[in-house]
């Protein structure tokens, strides 16, 4: 049944829904497990380069289709490509196939990236009040989590019976969101049904005055470099966690215990066949619950901190969580936590910050921009990363990635003027009745 902007409560509970078919957790604890059984590292690692790639190449590119043509119809268009791309993956098997199902994937990434944003931002603007964003946004992550939280075990057990089967339930999944997408109202300038936002000769002037000049050009490079280290240090979870657990006697913990699985193979327990995955399930269940728990909160935090202060305390504790496992290597579970709190944070934070200065017109291209700044910065970070990990371990990857973090970030804050004024924060709070 479709809703319509006259009813604020109906749409954002249907908002929430379309967040809850969004997840992807049935394939997440077992993905690089699934690609592995057929294809070599190098070619794996080619895959994940041509998906950077790719992703970056099409951020400007699908933020200015959702510009054009329409928040919600793209939004309806990314997950039918992802759902393709995950029905795809029933049937690879080479390398090809896999490279053509990355592609969509990737497509199908950079069509909601910006848009999804742009669309919330400016149905909230015509109904309850754009300074909403950071809540909603925040609670709609934290359902998309909770969701996760159940369907990465679910998708750990599926996996024993069937590798394919955590594929074909994601791919249901987000044909069953993209249903609901379809019942959300077009944003305003859409509603009429005839396209609007700018020209392609347009957008790039636009981008030029929102992204590469103050006040948002060392906001957007700092948000960068944060969400760049999360990035880049999720890639070493899987070994780090591993790697710890077999320098000692760590069953007794119960995340290190769940790891154990990563290393076992074989049996049924109650009728459910044990493999490497199924001990991964419950291990990225509590990471999707913890960034839910944070995400929910995200708009009452924002609102009693502010995003200056949010901003220095997430630099800080993500120069913690990388540099600490060097020393204190059981740490590093801790990290994995800490690193999903920053990123689930500080995503709608960021987000809203931008939407505030940026006109209707443009504003996904201009959204799809910063994403694309934050996929360029992420790039050559999991490269120095890798080269760490290669030549001392996983563990070092994070103590590059913290390195490099206070060696960026510090002269940024101190020449670069990165974090809002005290007065945005300020006029950010009044808007809430603060």
């Known amino acids: ?86 029905f795809g993956f029933v049937a690879v098997d080479s390398f090809a196939s896999y490279l053509a199902v990355y592609v969509v994937w990737a497509l199908g990434i950079a069509l909601t990236s910006g848009t999804g944003g742009a ?32 369907t990465t075990v ?46 392609v000769r347009e957008a790039l002037p636009l981008l ?53 699985g990563l290393t076992v193979d074989g049996g049924t327990l109650a009728g459910v066949p044990v493999t490497a995955a199924t001990g991964l399930g419950p291990l990225y269940a509590s990471f999707a619950v913890v960034a839910a728990a944070v995400s929910y909160y995200a708009g009452p935090i924002e609102a009693r901190l502010g995003l200056r202060r949010v901003l220095a305390l997430a630099a800080v504790t993500l120069a913690a969580a990388t540099l600490v496992p060097l020393a204190v290597p059981l740490a590093a579970f801790a990290s994995f936590y800490l690193l999903r709190a920053v990123h689930f944070l500080l995503r709608p934070m960021v987000e809203r910050h931008v939407n505030d200065r940026v006109d209707d017109v443009g504003r996904a ?24 990990a290669g030549a001392r371990g996983p563990v070092a990857a994070y103590g590059a990635l913290g390195a490099l973090l206070l060696a960026t970030a510090v002269p940024l804050a101190l020449f670069g003027s990165p974090l809002p004024s005290a007065a945005d924060d300020d006029t950010a709070q009044g808007a809430r009745g603060e």
Request: proline letters at 5%; charged letters at 15%.
């Open 119 to 150: 669309w919330l931002y400016e149905v909230l603007e015509s109904t309850v009040g754009e300074d909403e964003f950071t809540r909603v946004r925040g609670r709609g992550q934290a359902v998309a989590r909770w969701c996760s939280a159940v």
């Open 208 to 260: 030029r005055d929102r992204i590469a000049r103050p006040p948002l050009r060392s906001f957007v490079l700092f948000a960068a470099l944060l969400f760049g280290v999360v990035g880049a240090a999720n890639q070493y979870v899987q070994p780090i966690a591993v790697a710890v657990v077999e320098s000692g006697d760590l069953a007794a913990l119960p995340v290190a215990g769940a790891v154990e």
């Open 365 to 388: 291209t201009v959204l799809s921009a910063v994403s694309m700044v934050v996929g360029l910065a992420r790039t050559p970070l999991v490269v120095i990363a890798g080269v760490a």
């Open 1 to 86: 049944m479709r809703v319509d902007l006259s009813n604020p409560r109906t749409l954002i509970r249907r908002y929430y829904l379309f967040q809850a078919l969004a997840a992807v957790g049935f394939v997440s604890p077992i993905f690089a497990l699934f690609v592995l059984r057929d294809l070599t590292y190098p070619q794996y690692g080619t895959l994940s380069a041509v998906y950077s790639l790719l992703i970056v190449a099409g951020e400007i590119p699908t933020g200015y289709v959702g510009d054009r043509f329409g928040r919600r119809d793209t939004l309806v268009a990314s997950k039918l490509a992802m759902a393709l791309s995950l």
């Open 154 to 199: 679910l998708g750990a057990v599926l996996y024993g019976f069937d590798p394919r089967y955590p594929f074909a339930a994601a791919g249901a999944l987000m044909v069953a969101g993209a249903g609901v997408i379809a019942t959300l109202p077009r944003t305003e300038q859409f509603e009429s049904g005839e396209a609007g936002g700018p020209s």
